[in-house]
């Protein structure tokens, strides 16, 4: 079975400002699949290209066999987008705008199921402005469903959200992909990426700098080990501070009081050695497994923006 979509070398600039320099990657159906990056590393140019609303610079990018470069306008009735920040008019009520979009595909979903599905139902005469910022979230995906896509896009999904909203809204995504829907989702949430997407690209600087499933992404990189400790009251901090000389040490943090240390797969009994030859037990010593964060900063070099943005 041929996938889904395909993106193969694709290129795009904005004037000098090259947004996308390299990106390929397959979806097959029924994915979900995690598009991953740092602020301005290509991501929404990649999917607007893909979705055929922008034209790209290189490379193609085949959805549903049909080409988005050539034909736009054919793939349009089959793809469902949410792009970020979907702005209604205020006053618009969430059963009206769901009439709107309706009328604009040959097939469209039932309202009244997909206001169930999204938990809408009670709020189909509220206005657009009157909804919770949850609720609005969940009328945008509810948009981007209504025309009962084959491939539905969906740009930092839960941006905004409080953490019970956010996690209603991955039950709910799941709950559209069991219904037979092959879901794009654009994010920069690890969590988000860890829990939903069955396999990923991460995109930095227009490229892709690792792809696979959460877990092999996870995995791959298990040579590397992190644990935290803490010392005696009146540790010598020499003694502490030595421990980044050690080979199998790569790095030494002061953190919460204590200490995390990374390095190789025998970190932790090298620096317990060490100690000990300065005739010091660690206490507390908790040994950190990795997660899709960890990778993410290590294929880009750069925090993750969620935690920029709660620093
Ligand atoms: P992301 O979605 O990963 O944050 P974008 O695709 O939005 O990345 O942006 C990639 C790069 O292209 C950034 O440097 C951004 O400033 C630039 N860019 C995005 N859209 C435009 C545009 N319409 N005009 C000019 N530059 C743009």
């Known amino acids: 079975m041929s996938p889904v979509i395909e993106v193969t070398n694709l290129r795009k600039a904005y004037g000098p400002t090259v947004a996308v320099a390299d990106v390929s990657f397959a979806v097959e159906r029924g994915e979900i699949f995690g598009i991953l990056g740092p602020n301005g590393a290509g991501k929404s140019t990649t ?5 055929g609303l922008r ?3 290189g490379g193609s990018t085949v959805v549903l066999g049909v080409d988005t470069q050539r034909e736009p306008a054919a793939v349009r009735p089959h793809l469902g987008v949410q792009l970020q920040e ?9 059963g009206e705008a769901l009439d709107l979009y309706a009328a604009f ?10 206001l169930d599905l999204l938990g809408l139902t009670d709020q189909r005469r509220t206005a657009f402005a009157d909804l919770s910022g949850g609720q609005q979230q969940r009328l945008s995906i509810a948009l981007a469903l209504v025309g009962n896509p084959q491939v539905a896009i969906l740009d930092e999904l839960t941006t905004g959200l409080d953490p019970q909203a956010r996690r209603d809204t991955w039950a709910l995504i799941e709950k559209v992909r069991d219904a037979g829907v092959t879901i794009v989702l654009v994010t ?3 969590d988000e990426a860890e829990r939903l997407c069955d396999r990923l690209v991460i995109i930095d600087d227009g490229r892709v700098v ?15 080990r992190t644990f935290r400790m803490r010392l005696p009251a009146g540790t010598a901090p020499a003694l502490a501070d030595g421990l980044v000389r050690l080979p199998e040490v790569d790095t030494v943090a002061a953190v919460d009081g204590g ?22 037990a660690p206490d507390e010593v908790r040994t950190l497994s990795r997660t899709l964060e960890d990778v993410f900063v290590d294929v880009t070099g750069a925090r993750p923006p969620a935690l920029e943005a709660a620093s």
Request: hydrophobic share 50%; no cysteine.
């Open 55 to 57: 034209p790209a610079d």
């Open 259 to 280: 200490y995390e240390v990374t390095g190789g797969p025998r970190v932790l009994p090298a620096v317990v050695l060490a100690l000990a030859e300065g005739d010091v």
């Open 210 to 224: 690792a792809a696979g499933s959460p877990a092999s992404l996870v995995a791959a990189g298990e040579d590397r």
């Open 86 to 94: 979907s702005r209604l008019p205020a006053r618009l009520t969430v």
């Open 188 to 190: 920069h949430f690890m």
């Open 47 to 51: 999917v607007e290209v893909l979705a």
């Open 105 to 114: 595909y040959p097939e469209p979903a039932d309202a009244a199921e997909l």
